[in-house]
């Protein structure tokens, strides 16, 4: 790659470091609000499950095709700056809504994996575009290695409002590197002009709609979204109420980044050489597999390091494998409008794993129904990403990658 290139792929891991490192941290702070607030489980999770939902609509990936990533990426960074200082000053659910809900859906949307990518796409290769991603997505985990326990401990010394305020200034530093991103798309390296340049979005959204693939692919990502969103908003509050400490669930959270730091970068580069989808249908199988032994085995400290290093493994492997599918197929070009849109079904999934665990844990003083569901549905992501057609409906000239 050229060395502008390499500068935009560098600011892409900086960004995403931030952005879902300090995404990762808001399940710390459920007891702590909640407590203060005088609030059930249920509305904190739903406040995460509308920033969810709202994260997930792609129009933030359609006005970055359209106009470029700087200035969404730059009015992302700004408002999630925002969004977290409200918190730092909310003493009413409602403000928790707008806050934590809406305004921080609004600006993850702007700066987590579906611009960014698109991003990325464009000065980056065929046949190193599957790593490269999960090189990305890799910086979510040492993102989410370091920023929650760091979290942890500025929250047990000063409190949820001084930790939010910290944030603030934090996540304001997205804008600052996404100054260095260019204003309009880019013709990928190592690339011809090919059909998918001279057909329109609407055109290539006509062909999407019709191919079964990038439903099935949509379907799976649903699976993903509420795996983590449930695993990484209760786990740690899971944890207490087995009689573990905070720190205990904070650890554990902070094994997740660090094992998906060595699992996206594995599938990354696996997806280069391999099936994606034999891999993601594995993957979903691996996590379904995980939760079960989780489940049978009693809570301690160790086997909760022991089930966060392993689900961590495989937490956000699905995102270069799931990316790289949708730009094997259609190219790059759209490629933040269309994987914006498998995203949210992703949002969708976690807007239910997070609600559903405040709700049922509100209803039934438990979580395990909510495990089991998450049992189910990782079988259910195994078996439909079998029959996946992946075949490119806009083949590149050059290419490089052996897949096999």
């Known amino acids: 790659m050229a060395r502008r290139d390499n500068y935009i792929v560098g600011y892409s891991i900086l960004i995403i470091l931030i952005s879902m490192g300090t995404r990762q941290t808001f399940g710390i702070y459920l007891q702590p609000v909640t407590g203060e607030l005088g609030i059930g489980r249920e509305l904190f999770s739903l406040a995460i499950a509308i920033q969810s939902i709202i994260g997930g609509v792609p129009l933030a990936g359609i006005l970055a095709d ?32 707008l806050g934590f809900g809406l305004l921080s859906g609004v600006s993850l949307s702007c700066v987590s994996y579906v611009v960014v990518l698109g991003a990325v796409a464009q000065v980056v290769p065929p046949e190193r575009r599957s790593r490269t991603f999960g090189f990305i997505t890799a910086a979510g985990s040492i993102g989410m290695f370091i920023v929650v326990p760091i979290a942890q401990r ?52 006509a062909k999407a709609s019709h191919h079964s693939g990038y439903w099935l ?26 009689g573990l400490s905070g720190a205990a669930g904070a650890t554990a959270l902070s094994l997740v980044g660090l094992f998906n730091l060595f699992g996206s970068t594995l599938f990354g580069y696996l997806g280069d050489h391999y099936r994606k989808k034999y891999l993601l249908s594995g993957l979903y199988l691996g996590r379904s597999v995980i939760i079960s032994l989780f489940l049978f085995f009693p809570v301690t400290e160790t086997t909760a390091l022991v089930f966060g290093a392993a689900i961590g493994f495989l937490w ?18 759209y490629l933040s ?7 949210f079904s992703h949002q969708v999934g976690s807007f239910l794993g997070v609600w559903l ?12 129904p909510v495990w089991v569901i998450a049992i189910i549905l ?18 590149l000239r050059t290419t490089n990658a052996t897949v096999r």
């Not at 795996?227 to 944890?239: E, G, M, R, T």
């Not at 956000?316 to 799931?322: E, F, N, S």
């Not at 405040?358 to 979580?367: E, N, Q, V």
């Open 154 to 205: 500025i929250l047990n010394a000063f409190g949820w409002r001084t930790t939010f305020a910290i944030c603030a200034g934090f996540v304001g530093l997205i804008a600052l590197l996404a100054v260095g991103y260019p204003t309009r798309k880019q013709q990928v390296a190592g690339s011809e002009p090919t059909e998918v340049l001279s057909d329109s979005l609407t055109e290539v959204l």
């Open 378 to 395: 990782g079988v259910l992501a195994c078996i439909v990403h079998l029959p996946i057609a992946d075949k490119p409906v806009y083949p």
């Open 316 to 333: 956000l492997a699905t995102v270069p494998l799931t990316s790289g599918t949708v730009a094997q197929i259609f190219g790059p070009r």
């Open 357 to 368: 665990g405040g709700r049922i844990h509100d209803a039934t003083g438990g979580y395990t």
């Open 337 to 343: 409008t269309l994987y914006g849109i498998v995203f």
């Open 66 to 97: 359209r106009y470029g990533s700087r200035w969404v990426a730059i009015g992302g960074g700004l408002l999630f700056a925002v969004s977290m200082y409200l918190m730092s000053v909310t003493t009413h659910w409602t403000s928790l809504m």
């Open 217 to 242: 692919l949509t379907i799976g990502f649903f699976v993903c979204g509420f795996h983590v969103a449930f695993v990484a908003s209760h786990l740690p509050a899971y944890l207490t109420d087995k």
